[in-house]
């Protein structure tokens, strides 16, 4: 069974970056599509950005594009979340998800595993 942890979160003023980082352990990456998703306090968690096993295929929520890139390396069983231009609204916790994507139909499905996320705080 794989294991996550996510690293990179922090705080950091509007405008800035940061690099979020997913490690998974107990099996491996390749095995899985990838996703990254947050939860702002008092909302639901909603998806962020995905990418396939291979890292040919990556699916962005609109929110995020052109600001956020999903990236991964199997080798070393990891996934990243590069994050510039943060806003206020992309304060949340953030968590990543080992799941399976659908091309065809530009979706991600989360499957059971996840990680137990990393703050991120943009001030305004």
């Known amino acids: 069974q794989v294991q996550l942890v996510e690293s990179g979160g922090g705080l950091v003023q509007a405008g800035g970056s940061l690099r979020l980082s997913c490690a998974a352990s107990g099996g491996t990456l390749a095995r899985y599509a990838m996703g990254w998703f947050r939860q702002a306090p008092g909302k639901e968690r909603e998806f962020v950005a995905a990418?396939?096993?291979?890292?040919?295929?990556?699916y962005y929520e609109d929110f995020v594009k052109g600001r956020f890139t999903i990236s991964r390396d199997n080798a070393k069983n990891t996934v990243a979340l590069q994050m510039n231009n943060l806003k206020a609204e992309d304060t949340a916790v953030y968590s990543c998800?080992?799941?399976?994507?659908?091309?065809?139909?530009?979706?991600?499905?989360?499957?059971?595993?996840w990680g137990q996320g990393t703050q991120v705080t943009v001030s305004s």
């Open positions: 990418i396939s096993r291979y890292g040919d295929t990556t």
């Open positions: 998800n080992a799941g399976r994507d659908h091309p065809p139909s530009g979706t991600y499905y989360p499957d059971a595993y």
